[in-house]
């Protein structure tokens, strides 16, 4: 060696250990490895793999300089190297699929082995990957075969390739087969076995991995608890839930922000919100996602009242609401009739959100519809941007729900002709809109054309329907002949829509028969049992009567009380039969007396019978002065100006006696009534409803 060449050598060395270090420090931009890249060029050193593959591998992380790989940086840097091995084909491939470039993954790969180069466990994974999502089985059928024949097949982390490539492709025997050859199965191994299953619906065998994995002595990471109990989610499989969730705590991961989110999740999709508030009480940090999971939780498992206080508790935390927190909160809002509390909360959300985003829009014409706005239900859907199906038949269920029976079939007339197809739902709307109209014919065409035009097969709520409509109008052997002639079992709610017929109708023979199948269905259900014995009353069987009573008693049965909701300046005030416990109570219970001498001098006599009929709707049948929506219009009339309409939601159907009250109080105070019962919505105003006394 010469005595130049020395000093040259020696400063290539420095110069490489220098690109080295600067590589493993990390890059702060694309430019600053254009400049590295410049450097390799300029000392000669673009062709060492040691440095060329670093570099290869930074220019996928920055998004400006891998914006089109095709003929981007990466590419050029790749063509730059006159013989590249396995190593930098690898750079390539991997970060190409790192990139979502299945398909130039996929073409680099075939160059390569075109090249006359074979994979190793490096590229294999990789390549399986971008199989999987390309759903291209024949590549990776014949990529296992190379993989056999290479005898990488003992490989863990191409065994795994392997086990993720079959699962994606819908072979999870197959994927099984290949887990069970794996020899020493890790938790990565395990975890894609069981996303396998979780991702065919196969949920309790993902449950029965995670058990087997356990005895294995093998330690889940957080991936692996989140995908597990997502699993016992799905099936409402709460046991093991509880069982995963006691590890979790013994193993101390309760505090992992991710694990904590999936066991909130699985809690309250499984109805079990006490379980749901304790594991989002002990989260020792809390982004938007859990506060959605409560609101949502508590609105769809019947605890509206409790979705608006965690709401108002993320508000004092100072978290804005997104998308899937407004939903819930809309839920409850329309469950409670809080109408001044839904329209405060959405103003959080940039209007134009509700206006583009049909899940938005829709929940807030159902609050609307549901809370007897139906004119601002109408206008904003009018306004939305984006509309889908089900942003049509919401609009068309609150027309129904509000007596507004034509535009509601106007309204499907507009689906038809703008091309969207109905779906089953949008039918129900249209039969629910008949049976508050009492129009049978017009319920029994559009019931025959499901099948017949839309191709639609009746559902079970459906036929429920129709039984409902027909029970209303009389014409109770009917619908109970559809019931017998139904191609699946009726369930309770298709026998209950029969009863509330019998009921309308005065037919205890039929009612009897009715009930006697409901108890057989719903052993526990108070209200079955209460109707059965008033009408042994309202038959003069007393001694059945009182055996029934008896059999309640003794059963520990007890009967749902009813209750109702009135919002006043953003409050929801709760009332039950009876009630006592407001603070205003003395008040309340003075304006009934006021109005009861108002009443009886306008002629009202308190009608009885229906307490016969309908002491499954409130608690105490001798007191049919005090039922819930009284108290609660009660309330209302003391607490509001004169122009302010009185909005009411019940748990139970309204009362006969109470209807009839309610007509006059309208016309007495000159007040708009309106109280959303478990059925429909009765309007009150002057004297009138907007039932028409059909309900």
């Known amino acids: 060696m010469s005595v130049a060449a020395a000093p040259a050598s020696a400063s290539l060395r420095r110069k490489r250990s220098e690109i080295k270090a600067l590589l493993l420090r990390g890059l702060a931009s694309s430019h600053q490895l254009k400049q590295v890249h410049a450097s390799l060029l300029r000392h000669g050193l673009d062709q060492d793999p040691s440095l060329l593959g670093p570099v290869l591998r930074r220019a996928f992380e920055f998004p400006d300089a891998a914006a089109a790989a095709t003929a981007g940086y990466p590419r050029l840097l790749f063509r730059q190297a006159r013989r590249p091995g396995v190593y930098l084909w690898n750079v390539m491939i991997r970060g190409l699929v790192s990139s979502d470039r299945f398909g130039e993954a996929v073409g680099f790969y075939r160059s390569m082995r075109r090249d006359g180069l074979l994979p190793d466990y490096f590229t294999l994974p990789f390549v399986l990957k971008a199989c999987a999502r390309l759903s291209d089985f024949e590549l990776g059928r014949r990529t296992h075969a190379l993989v056999v024949k290479m005898g990488l097949d003992c490989d863990v982390y191409v065994q795994t390739g392997l086990l993720c490539f079959y699962t994606k492709c819908g072979y999870v025997e197959d994927a099984y087969k290949v887990f069970d050859d794996i020899p020493d199965k890790n938790v990565v191994s395990w975890t894609a076995m069981i996303t396998g299953y979780i991702e065919f619906e196969r949920f309790g065998e993902a449950v029965d991995m995670f058990r087997r994995m356990l005895e294995m002595g093998l330690r889940p990471d957080c991936v692996t608890l989140v995908k597990v109990v997502s699993a016992c989610s799905r099936v409402g499989d709460v ?139 109408w206008g904003f859907f ?17 027309l129904a729900m509000n007596g507004h029976v034509k535009p509601a079939f106007g309204l499907f007339g507009q689906v038809e002709k703008l091309g969207v197809r109905p779906d089953g739902n949008m039918i129900m709307g249209l039969l629910c809109a008949c049976t508050h109209a009492g129009l049978v014919n017009e319920g029994q065409q559009y019931f025959k054309s499901m099948a017949k035009v839309f191709s639609l097969p009746p559902t079970i709520e459906h036929y429920g329907c129709m039984v409902d409509l027909l029970g209303r109008a009389g014409h109770l052997e009917e619908a109970h002949n559809l019931i017998k ?20 109708h005065r037919d205890t023979k039929l009612a009897e028969h009715v009930l006697k199948k409901l108890i057989e269905l719903e052993p526990w259900n108070s209200g079955n049992y209460v109707l059965l014995s008033n009408i042994y009353s309202a038959s003069h069987r007393w001694d059945d009567a009182a055996d029934i009573r008896s059999r309640m008693n003794n059963q520990g049965i007890q009967k749902v009380p009813g209750c109702s909701w009135i919002e006043v300046d953003g409050i929801v005030h709760e009332f039950l039969v009876g009630d006592e416990s407001h ?94 019962d478990n059925n429909r919505f009765h309007c009150f105003i002057d004297g009138f409803c907007s039932c028409r006394d059909y309900w």
């Open 239 to 377: 046991r093991s839930g509880e069982w995963i969730h006691r590890y979790v705590t013994s193993s101390g991961m309760e505090k992992n922000v991710f694990v904590a989110t999936s066991l909130l999740d699985m809690y309250a999709k499984c109805g079990n919100m006490e379980k749901a508030r304790y594991v989002f009480d002990t989260m020792p940090e809390k982004d938007v996602v859990p506060w959605s999971i409560m609101v949502q939780g508590y609105a769809s498992h019947g605890l509206p009242r409790e979705a608006l206080n965690i709401f108002s508790q993320m508000q004092r935390e100072n978290l804005r609401p997104d998308c899937y927190v407004m939903v819930g909160l809309l839920n409850a809002c329309a469950q409670l009739g809080a109408l001044e509390f839904g329209c405060s909360a959405s103003n959080l959300i940039d209007r134009n959100e509700f206006l583009d985003n049909p899940i938005l829009g829709t929940a807030l014409i159902d609050m609307f519809a549901k809370c007897g706005n139906m004119a601002r239900a």
């Open 485 to 504: 002639d139904m191609p699946m079992e009726p369930n309770s709610i298709v026998w209950g829509t029969l009863l509330g017929g019998c009921r309308l």
């Open 382 to 398: 009018r306004e939305m941007r984006e509309k889908d199906g089900v942003a049509w038949n919401a609009a068309m269920t609150g």
């Open 583 to 676: 603070p205003m109570s003395k008040e309340i219970y003075a304006k009934l007396e006021e109005l009861a001498n108002e009443l009886k001098a306008a002629g009202y006599v308190p009608t009885t019978e229906f307490v016969l009929f309908d002491i499954e709707e409130e608690e105490k049948e001798h007191i049919l002065s005090w039922h819930s929506e009284k108290l609660a219009v009660a309330f209302g009339l003391i607490s509001t100006g004169p122009n302010v309409v009185i909005r009411v939601v019940k748990n139970l159907r309204v009362c006969g006696d109470c209807h009839q009250a309610l007509k006059l109080i309208s016309k007495i105070t000159r007040r708009e009534i309106i109280v959303r």
